[in-house]
């Protein structure tokens, strides 16, 4: 079994996921069930799915759970921009989240092509 904690792509989704619970704090209160409950949701599948990926048997599922995190932080990142297209969180509170996105979407697609790499040279 992997150690998730281990993973810098983890350590900066946990980060991501406990940022967009401050930003979406004040959110208005008609969007609990719409953008707040989908930021929140994307936010936190990010991280779970690193985790659940890390205690899968095999390198293909840890793989896909990999991918369906990355998933999840394009469909965060479309979200936090909607936030800021609404209005409703300051620019920089959102600049500052989209940052940690970015850098997190890097390292996360550098440990999945990493892992893909070292699929391919297996025989």
Known sequence: MRDHTKLRAF???DEVALLVYGMTRDFP???IYGITSQLRRAAVSVPSNIVEGCARSTETEYL???EIAFGSLRELHYQIGLSRRLGYSKGSVIESIEEKVIKTEKVLNGLI???RNANSLQP
Do not use: G, P, W
Request: glycine share 0%.
């Open 113 to 115: 092509r990493s892992l």
């Open 64 to 66: 896909r759970f990999l």
């Open 11 to 13: 350590e900066l989704a």
């Open 29 to 31: 209160k008609e969007e």
